[in-house]
């Protein structure tokens, strides 16, 4: 989903306008015709995000364990799973883990992927096809690129520790899954090296949108390399990057694949975020009530950014 | 001409430089995967000595998951399109009062995290017997694809003349027959593109295989991955063969559809 998704948002169709008025007569026929392709989509989306939103917020006020799969009985307990999870002295180290992974992930990310982005700019021999490549790493399956990466990482005969060894990089092998200092940190050099296609490939889209008059003009005014940058790319960009944080942002905070296949939240923790948690409650400890209580906290953190990447979409409309 | 030619190597030469880097754990999982016997403890660079007992062994034991994974891959990609593309044409033509509403509801949607539909749709599940089905799992991998295809669909159909459509309206076509002869045929690269990111996201679909079946009569591939990756792993051949097989679709699609691949990245990237 692009900017470009969004520009329609809240304003007709402007193809429907010319909808002639022949078409007009037998209008609630017509109606109904038309609501018969919307009806499937309408319809899961009821079934397949309305439930499933509604039926969480009842979930995390009842005690929802595997019992009640054979009672039939979930007690209503009120706040209490709120107030376990949140007295729960994992809570604060998933919140904190939440803000590193999401904050870390977002800034390393951005930064390569619009490096990348900026020198791919620059059309050389070859350009079309590295650039097309670099989407690989998005395409895999992420439970794959998971694999791979403990395998890198594996303490004593990962490929990384074995080269930084040899290169007199490191004294010792670097416990880079093992330890509780360093796990997050690992996790969040995997989640960066996922997601710089994702940021390569919309900036780059970006970049093409800004037409080379403005550069040309700009260079007249002295303003090239860093400055052009900085007075020309910038500014033009800003939707652009506005949309690829935010989404960032909201994909960042969902991230399981990746964690569950590189450390499974350990170790002792120091990777488990919400996200992983909320997993761990409902589907390794069944219970439900808590997991539901901890991924409605999540949900509440997505449509905050949700509510500023809507808003940031309507401003770049208005523009 | 030659002399920017040759200005622009650096440039190439950086590039090719930057993409190894990138693309060095596809190359290790590779080279691991084919180095496999009493001396894979520590793998060589280059896989002097390739041999294939590793991918043997992936696809003795994985070859059924990854036809759990195809089925439900492709039943996605039916599923998704049947649903979205009647959808994306009513959002993208017709003037009904709610579609500002769907919009924002699909916008709403790409924001739930996988673990939210999971929670709430298991206990659906375990009361409708759709745990461990590939059914089950098909309509809950729609949570990706669906909201993605109506968006990249819609974004296409927004552009389709609209004299075309009226033309087939004025020779009597209903709605229904002039969206299956003029709109589904004019919008042919628009829905491979659709079909083949559905493909991709229930083909590496973790989070409903993870939560949505419990038995091993149902497992798609990436739960066979995890379920090494959870055991303590005594070679990592076979772990390696099978990430390079669960990899071939998008090896394929990048490969031989890119121009597919490439507009659904830039028109709707989301994952």
Known sequence: ?319 | MKRTRARQLPYTVLGIGFLAIMLFPVYWMVNTSLQSGPAAVNATFFPLHPNFSAYQQAISEQLGNMGTSLAVAGGTVIFSLVVATPAAYALAKFRLRWVSLVMLALLISQMIPGIVIANALYTAYNDLGLLNSIPGLVLADGTTSIPFAILILRAFMESIPPSLIEAARVDGAGHWRAFWSIVIPVSRNSIITAGLFSFLFAWSDFVFAVTLTTASTVRPVTLGIYSYLTANIQSWAPVMATAALASVPAVIFLVFAQRYIAAGALGGAIK
């Open chain 1, 1 to 319: 989903m692009t900017a470009a998704d969004v520009t329609t948002l809240g304003e007709p169709s402007l193809a429907s306008r010319n909808e002639s008025p022949r078409h007009r007569r037998g209008l609630s026929l017509d109606r109904v015709a038309q609501w018969t392709f919307l009806a499937p989509a309408v319809t899961y989306i009821g079934l397949f995000f309305g439930y499933p939103i509604v039926k969480n917020v009842v979930m995390s006020f009842q005690d929802y364990t595997t019992r009640t799969f054979f009672t039939g009985e979930a007690p209503w307990v009120g706040f209490a799973n709120y107030v376990t999870v949140i007295r729960s002295s994992l809570f604060s180290t998933t919140l904190i883990n939440t803000g590193l992974f999401t904050v870390g992930s977002i800034i390393g990310q951005f930064v390569i992927g619009m490096a990348l982005a900026l020198f791919f700019k620059r059309r050389f021999p070859l350009s079309g096809v590295l650039r097309a490549l670099l989407l690989l790493p998005w395409l895999l399956p992420l439970i794959a690129s998971s694999a791979v990466w403990k395998w890198i990482l594996d303490q004593d005969s990962g490929i990384l520790n074995q080269t930084l060894l040899f290169l007199h990089l490191t004294p010792t092998a670097i416990p880079w899954l093992s330890s509780p200092n360093v796990a997050l940190v690992s996790v969040v050099l995997v989640n960066i090296w996922l997601g710089i296609p994702f940021n390569a490939t919309l900036l780059y889209g970006g970049l093409q949108g800004i037409p080379d008059e403005l550069y040309e003009a700009a260079s007249l005014d002295g303003a090239t390399g860093w400055k052009a940058f900085r007075y020309v790319t910038w500014p033009n960009l800003r939707p652009v990057v506005s949309v690829v944080l935010v989404l960032g942002v909201v994909y960042t905070l969902k991230v399981l694949d990746i964690i569950l296949g590189l450390t499974g939240g350990g170790p002792a923790n120091a990777t488990q975020t919400l996200a992983t948690n909320s997993y761990q409650q409902s589907f390794v400890l069944f219970s439900f009530g808590t997991g539901a209580a901890i991924s409605n906290i999540l949900i509440i953190i997505s449509l905050v950014f949700t509510v500023v990447y809507l808003r940031l979409n309507r401003r770049a409309i208005d523009e």
